[in-house]
Nanobody
Framework: QVQLVESGGGLVQAGGSLRLSCAAS????????MGWFRQAPGKEREFVAAINTNGGTTYYADFVEGRFSISRDNAKNTVYLQMNSLKPEDTAVYYC????????????????WGQGTQVTVSS
């Protein structure tokens, strides 16, 4: 079963950028659709972005508004989330997720999660 480890979180000022990475191991990465979710304090985990197995199809939450971009490198077993024009409301723990069935937007249906990486956007 694939294991996921996120990195790249941190503290950034509003308007800044971060690139999150999620490295997979222990499974056939290219068989999994991948996604990013986030959870702010006191809120439920929510969908951010998803990408299919070959990277040809992506899907974003409405609040992304063209600011984020998800991509993957199957040769490196890694999925990325490039986040630009960050806002204070983007502050959350960001989680990487894998699903062998396809792109999934409901966190309740995801079975494979990373440990999360904190993103804090200051105003």
């Amino acid at each position: 079963q694939v294991q996921l480890v996120e990195s790249g979180g941190g503290l950034v000022q509003a308007g800044g950028s971060l690139r999150l990475s999620c490295a997979a191991s222990g499974g056939t990465f290219s068989r999994y659709a991948m996604g990013w979710f986030r959870q702010a304090p006191g809120k439920e985990r929510e969908f951010v972005a998803a990408i299919n197995t070959n990277g040809g199809t992506t899907y974003y939450a409405d609040f992304v508004e063209g600011r984020f971009s998800i991509s993957r490198d199957n040769a490196k077993n890694t999925v990325y989330l490039q986040m630009n024009s960050l806002k204070p409301e983007d502050t959350a723990v960001y989680y990487c997720a894998a699903d062998a069935r396809g792109m999934e937007t409901s966190p309740r249906l995801i079975g494979l999660w990373g440990q999360g990486t904190q993103v804090t956007v200051s105003s």
